[in-house]
């Protein structure tokens, strides 16, 4: 097959729908879970042609225009990769769990590429394996070596890694840096080249159940203020929110009822079966700091979709509003596991 016409086929198979790319690839050998979404434009090829290399866990997010072609490819659980993503080389691309690689990143891997458990990627990234340009049998400078990211390191925005850099543990690069050498655990590196400049292991502020309370407000807040074309508010006070969202789907919509309270109780369900009974409102989600088991399994029973923000837990429902709630709250660093 020539090159222009493997380059044809690759591009038309990009644009097809995400579910029938994933169900192509699993016949060509690879191995791919559950809710694995991959994007408009977006494709995944060993270089080898090889599809039996590709590996991806369950809750996998590929958005747009992204491409990864390697040797080996290991997507961990719950990992997403954001729009024009550009992953290329003959080397290994391996994730651990809920990794995240932010818009316009360019990850070289024509050594290896391997990323731990929670690693967080910022826009603008670029990693190299190697750097070469004139030959270095003629005694150029040239550089090679795979990049190791330890579980918890955290590389924000326009960051620039060099070949052979092991990024230790819970490590933070400050934005905009060049990492020319390995950076220790636990350590906060910034500049160019990046140096470091103390420790990356603040004091945890202990929380009280206000403090807790007012930043959930305010995350609602935010929520509310995304869509507030869309949201009714029916009952704001400083421990409980009501509101009304209207959801679209095509050309239809129906109402939600999303509830705040910082603790469910029984007091609380009854408010809601309230609210129903007056709004004829069928989806319902409810969302608490402190959610007892036994209100749970109440919600559960009677249909209504929950989430426990103090256990990180919430109900294994999936619609377009949980998404979008999962997505707020994504924002500020709170990921949800399913029950």
């Not at 400078?141 to 990211?149: D, E, H, Q, T, W």
């Not at 309230?274 to 004829?280: A, N, P, V």
Request: charged share 25%; net charge positive; with cysteine.
């Amino acid at each position: 097959m020539s090159s222009y016409i493997k380059s044809l086929v690759i591009l038309l198979f990009s644009y097809l729908p995400s579910s029938i790319k994933v169900f192509i690839y699993r016949l060509l050998g690879a191995k791919i879970g559950k809710k694995v979404y991959i994007g408009m434009g977006s494709y995944i090829t060993p270089h080898d042609l090889n599809f039996k290399r590709i590996k991806i866990s369950d809750n996998v997010v590929i958005g747009d225009h992204s491409s990864i072609y390697a040797k080996e490819i290991i997507i961990g659980e719950a990992t997403e990769i954001k729009r024009n993503v550009k992953i290329w080389g003959r080397g290994n691309f391996i994730t651990g769990r809920k990794c995240y690689i932010d818009h316009d990143t360019y990850l070289d891997v024509r050594n290896s590429i391997i990323m731990g458990d929670k690693i967080g990627i910022g826009p603008g990234c670029m990693l190299f394996t190697h750097g070469i340009f004139h030959s270095d049998l003629e005694g150029w400078p040239a550089r090679f070596g795979s990049i190791v990211i330890e579980d918890n390191a955290w590389i924000p925005a326009r960051v620039f890694i060099m070949p052979g850099v092991k990024i230790g543990k819970n490590a933070l690069i400050g934005s905009g840096s060049i990492v020319t050498k390995d950076v220790p655990e636990n350590t906060f590196v910034a500049g160019s080249p990046a140096k470091v400049l103390g420790t990356n292991n603040p004091e945890v502020k202990v929380l009280s159940p206000a403090d807790k309370n007012k930043i959930l407000m305010r995350i609602m807040d935010e929520f509310i203020f995304s869509y507030d074309d869309r949201i009714s508010i029916l009952n704001k006070s400083d421990d409980i929110l009501i509101f009304k969202i209207r959801i679209r789907s095509g050309i239809y919509s129906r109402q939600a009822l999303v509830v705040y309270s910082y603790e469910i109780n029984e007091k609380v369900l009854d408010s809601i079966n309230s609210y129903l009974g007056e709004h004829r409102i069928k989806d319902v989600v409810v969302i608490a700091v402190e959610f007892p088991e036994d209100m749970k399994d109440v919600c559960s029973r009677n249909n209504i979709i929950w989430f426990d923000v103090g256990k990180k837990q919430r109900h294994n429902a999936s619609n377009k509003l949980v998404k979008l709630i999962c997505g707020i709250f994504a924002d500020n660093g709170v990921e949800f596991e399913f029950e």
